[in-house]
């Protein structure tokens, strides 16, 4: 067990929905990471949030956006949600903003119907 | 986005057998890691690798940050049936600290 942990597990939804995964870091961690797993894309950095700010941007499409809470939980938002959206989320987290030991959470498979 | 190639992309070995599985980029990494990742699961941090030339262990697991700063290598000795999972490598650049993953490579171990 990793620390991390992201709810829901499982997500089923129709296109054009919007949906919200959410993510709790390791205790202690400050820094928070997202990516995204599909077949044919493999493991892609999303964004990374420190502290409640936006560090670091990966290749998140302007449908996403994701915040971090005083609480120090994050939530990724996805709408108008496609086909080939479908894929694993996975949120990380870490101590420190350039902390390079990144533990990830179990993610949350999203199927977009 | 940036792309690590890693391979083999996929491993069939028999049990005790060593395994070895490199990464190569065309851009520099300041630091190289290798996850694996088994069903179901997220990926786990088994060895980070922070200076060119480092040769770093983990168990039966060692893992080397190439001279060029443009590839890493992870060999596993003795092999054994927990192993089988992907294994992927990913590269960080100071800028942004963002994580670029390798393709993955897939280890099967028969007993």
């Known amino acids: 067990d990793s620390g991390v942990t992201q709810t829901p597990k499982h997500l089923i939804t129709a296109t054009g929905q919007r949906v919200t995964l959410r993510c709790s870091p390791r205790?202690?961690?400050?820094?928070v990471y997202w990516y995204q797993q599909s077949l044919d894309q493999g493991l892609q950095f999303l964004i990374q949030?420190?502290?409640?700010?936006?560090?670091a941007k990966g290749n998140i499409l302007e449908r996403f956006s994701a915040q971090q809470f005083p609480d120090l939980h994050s939530e990724l938002n996805l709408s108008s949600l496609e086909l080939g959206d479908s894929a694993l989320y996975f949120c990380?987290?870490?101590?420190?903003?350039?902390?390079?030991?990144?533990?990830f959470g179990q993610g949350t498979r999203l199927t977009v119907v | 986005g940036q792309q690590l190639n890693q391979s083999p992309q996929s491993m069939f070995i028999q049990e005790g057998e060593d395994v070895s599985m490199n990464c190569t980029s065309s851009?520099?990494?300041?630091?190289w890691l290798w996850y694996k990742q088994e069903p179901g699961e997220g990926p786990v941090l088994l060895i980070a690798?922070?200076?060119?030339?480092e040769l770093t262990s983990n168990g039966r697991l060692t893992a080397q940050f190439g001279i060029t700063r443009k590839d890493s290598f992870l060999n596993i000795s003795a092999s054994i049936p927990s192993d089988v999972g992907i294994y992927f490598c990913?590269?960080?650049?100071?800028?942004?600290?963002?994580?670029?993953f390798g393709t993955g490579t897939s280890l099967t171990v028969i007993p």
């Open positions: 949030y420190y502290n409640g700010e936006e560090r």
């Open positions: 990380a987290s870490s101590a420190h903003p350039t902390n390079t030991e990144a533990f």
């Open positions: 690798l922070y200076k060119a030339g």
């Open positions: 205790s202690g961690d400050l820094s």
């Open positions: 851009s520099i990494f300041n630091t």
């Open positions: 990913a590269g960080v650049k100071n800028t942004g600290n963002q994580f670029y």
